[in-house]
């Protein structure tokens, strides 16, 4: 049974950094694609970035590019989400999301979520 719990939100000034983890206990295969959203308040669950676990395939959304990096260690069942040059816009829940085989932008593709780890940008 897969089970994913993200850790590492939290306040952080504009142009700081945080690392979001995601432990992703069940996911005992490469073939799966581990993928970041999140959801600011009256907004929809937007991609960020996603890896399959093989490493061949990340992908960012144009307005992370450059800035976030998704990451994974296989053998911890772990994947991470560095984000740098953070910016009041980054503000919202971010989620864990992961499926098997090929990625994907689209939230509802994902059977696999985390309950969410809240990332506020602010002075």
């Known amino acids: 049974q897969v089970q994913l719990v993200e850790s590492g939100g939290g306040l952080v000034q504009p142009g700081g950094s945080l690392r979001l983890s995601c432990d992703a206990s069940?996911?005992?295969?490469?073939?799966?694609?581990m993928a970041w959203f999140r959801q600011a308040p009256g907004k929809e669950r937007d991609f960020i970035a996603l890896?399959?676990?093989?490493?061949?395939?990340?992908l960012y959304a144009d307005s992370v590019k450059g800035r976030f990096t998704i990451s994974r260690d296989n053998a911890k069942n772990m994947v991470y989400l560095q984000m740098n040059s953070l910016k009041p816009e980054d503000t919202a829940v971010y989620y864990c999301?992961?499926?098997?085989?090929?990625?994907?932008?689209?939230?509802?593709?994902?059977?696999?979520w985390g309950q969410g780890t809240q990332v506020t940008v602010s002075s």
């Open positions: 890896m399959h676990l093989t490493g061949v395939m990340t």
């Open positions: 999301a992961g499926k098997r085989y090929s990625g994907s932008t689209t939230y509802s593709d994902y059977p696999y």
């Open positions: 069940g996911v005992t295969s490469s073939s799966y694609t």
